[in-house]
């Protein structure tokens, strides 16, 4: 079976990150898998020609969610293998915590089931995969680095 790399780029994108702490929320996406049942998870999709990793997760944010954000911060990536279309496929998905800028919530994105504004003090228990439950953790602490820093 032949093995191949992808790469792509999504994030965090966060409302209310200068705001109070219980305000704030994250834009996910679900999508229904093929038993039917509804995966919340982060926006993310493939680096075109020309994109840097930044530039792909505020544009699939953008594509995804209908959110215009803005990086702040690198996350961490996310490693791991699957098998498709008779290939094995390497995936890393590199992970940004992002500012919301505007935008309108939407699921116009055919990959996208439905879209929501999710507390971040829900996030742990609404995110399907622990890699990203993890790096939800990783954003809850370095946004409370960033909210110490201000003072």
Avoid at 10 to 17: H, N, P
Avoid at 136 to 145: F, H, K, L, Y
Wanted: charged share 30%.
């Amino acid at each position: 079976m032949r093995t191949v790399r992808e790469t792509s780029a999504g994030g965090l994108v966060v409302d209310g990150l200068d705001g109070p702490r219980e305000l704030r929320c994250a834009a996910l996406i679900g999508r229904t898998d093929r038993r039917g049942r509804l995966l919340w998870s982060l926006p993310k999709g493939h680096i075109e020609e020309g994109e840097t990793s930044e530039q792909t997760a505020m544009r699939e944010v953008a594509e995804e969610t209908g959110i215009i954000g803005e990086v702040v911060a690198e996350l961490g990536n996310i490693d791991y293998w699957f098998v498709t279309e008779g290939r094995r496929v390497h995936k890393t998905v590199h992970h940004y915590l992002l500012r919301c800028l505007g935008g309108e919530l939407s699921d116009a994105d055919v990959e996208v089931t439905q879209v929501a504004w999710v507390p971040l003090s829900e996030l742990d228990s609404r995110l399907a995969y622990a890699d990203e439950r993890r790096l939800a953790e990783v954003a809850n602490r370095m946004i409370d680095r960033m909210e110490t820093g201000k003072r």
